[in-house]
């Protein structure tokens, strides 16, 4: 089957669900947006916090949905790495995580609901100054630029109706754009409710069909190679564990804290992660035994687009539309989160504070981090996996340690302790991914991490030097 004829092989049926799919999402923004009219006039705090947080109303329910939807946009990247290296996957895109978001549901959550922020970088601000706060709004915005999302939502279109990787990119966004702009936080929210039932319920039949027709954990042990059973998929232990501190950068993610400050309460946001957790481990499961099926019965296909592929192959009509449809659900719950928090960060954490009550100002946000997404994503030539470590090994080793520091001794790092040792493992992150000495093979996160942490310890002792 070739990828550019895959909406030929729709029956009429697959088409009806597909479309049915779509318009439930769209009728999903409508009433998210009838129900902030409904709110009445606001002042303008209140109007920045319904736009930002959903005016701090996210129920149990909505919250379990839109966490669990956000997070899966790159379903082509976990899909992938499953693909070619089997439970590997599982272990880096699923188990590490599991015990960040643990972390989170019980450390984290009691820590930051009193400080009631509206933005990460807002909070760190409060944390340890404003010039943290300004630099963690720069980490931040590339923490949320979503250009993995992207490139999923391009190799989507692109297996559907054929073409360019670039058109289909560009026609994917601006599509997203549309009801993103609209709704604010209420928008994306209950349109990830409706995407996070699709989705999951998609993946879940990939699998359920494929044992009933090639059977159990036996026909892929005949298929795949011994490698695809192991914890290191044939990698170095130092690469699989590498994943293991990018996962911790859960707890400097941006969509996590934002999910949480506008929860109800710290109960629904520490109830939530752990149920959403629990959805997350059985999501995992689906998509990396149904990757390993793909890999098993067309070993020759693409490894970006096997999954999708193989799903069609296998399924009957009706419910490919339905599975298509939860594919696409789970690029863009993630991808409209993205652009929405990732011009927030512009116009709320970057731009003058002058402008952080101009709606104007938040639109051109979106907008300007879509353009600047679709040109990242085209130079990293559709590679998820790249994105997702390079832009993962900053966050999380220049901005992970002095956050998860003042959490456990807070006060005592200060704004430009911060500052330095952020900048030190930026700098050092760069070089090393750039230009590595002949003879060292060391990932550069860790090196990162050495910079930033050398530099939280040196710091006071150059404050001190001066001093006298």
């Known amino acids: 089957m070739k990828a550019k004829l895959l909406i030929d092989s729709f029956s009429t049926l697959d088409l009806v669900v597909f479309f049915i799919i779509l318009i439930a999402t769209f009728i999903s923004v409508l009433y998210g947006n009838k129900l902030k009219k409904n709110r009445g006039e606001l002042s303008e705090k209140e109007s920045l916090i319904e736009l930002l947080l959903m005016g701090r109303r996210l129920t149990l329910p909505l ?142 039949f990939i699998l359920v069909f494929s044992i009933f027709k090639f059977g159990g954990i036996s026909f892929l042990q005949e298929k795949l190679p011994e490698s695809y059973f192991t914890v290191t998929g044939g990698e170095t232990w130092a690469t699989t564990l590498v994943w293991g501190f990018i996962a911790l950068s859960t707890l400097v993610d941006p969509n996590f804290y934002q999910r949480c400050f506008a929860a109800e309460s710290k109960k629904v946001a520490k109830k939530g992660i752990l149920i959403s957790t629990l959805i997350w481990f059985c999501f995992d499961i689906c998509t990396t035994l149904g990757a390993m099926y793909a890999r098993a019965v067309m070993p020759e296909a693409d490894s970006g687009q096997a999954y999708v592929l193989y799903a069609m192959s296998i399924l009957p009509d009706g419910l490919k539309g339905f599975v298509l449809a939860g594919i696409l659900a789970t690029i863009l719950s993630t991808l409209d989160s993205y652009l929405f928090l990732a011009g927030t960060t512009v116009s709320f954490d970057l731009l003058p504070e002058r402008f952080r009550h101009k709606k104007w100002a938040h639109y051109f946000g979106v907008v300007g981090v879509s353009i600047l997404a679709i040109v990242l994503a085209y130079f990293f030539k559709g590679n998820i996996k790249a994105v997702w470590k390079t832009l993962g090994s900053y966050s999380a080793a220049c901005l992970l340690l002095p956050v998860l520091y003042a959490y456990i001794f807070p006060g005592k790092i200060k704004d430009g302790q911060f500052v330095f040792g952020c900048l030190l493992g930026v700098l050092m992150v760069t070089y090393w991914r750039n230009w590595p000495p002949e003879g060292f093979h060391i990932d550069e996160f860790y090196m990162g991490i050495l910079a930033t942490s050398l530099g939280l310890i040196v710091y006071p002792l150059i404050r001190r030097d001066k001093a006298h």
Do not use: H
């Not at 922020?117 to 980490?139: C, E, H, Q, W, Y």
């Not at 630029?145 to 391009?154: Q, R």
């Not at 297996?159 to 709704?183: A, D, K, N, Q, R």
């Open 63 to 204: 919250f379990i949905g839109t966490l669990v939807a956000t997070w899966y946009g790159g379903i082509f990247g976990v899909t992938q790495i499953a693909f070619e290296k089997g439970l590997y996957n599982f272990v880096t895109q699923g188990l590490f995580w599991y015990i960040a978001y643990l972390i989170f549901a019980f450390f984290i959550v009691d820590k930051v609901s009193s400080f009631k922020a509206l933005t990460l970088p807002d909070l760190i601000s409060r944390l340890f100054g404003p010039k943290a706060g300004k630099l963690s709004g720069v980490f931040n915005f590339f923490n949320v630029l979503p250009i993995a999302y992207v490139i999923s939502l391009g190799l989507f279109l692109q297996v559907l109706f054929g073409g360019e990787l670039l058109p289909m990119m560009v026609l994917g966004v601006f599509i997203v754009l549309l009801y993103s702009l609209w709704g604010g936080m209420r928008a994306v929210v209950f349109s990830d409710f409706i995407q996070f039932f699709v989705m999951c319920s998609g993946v879940f």
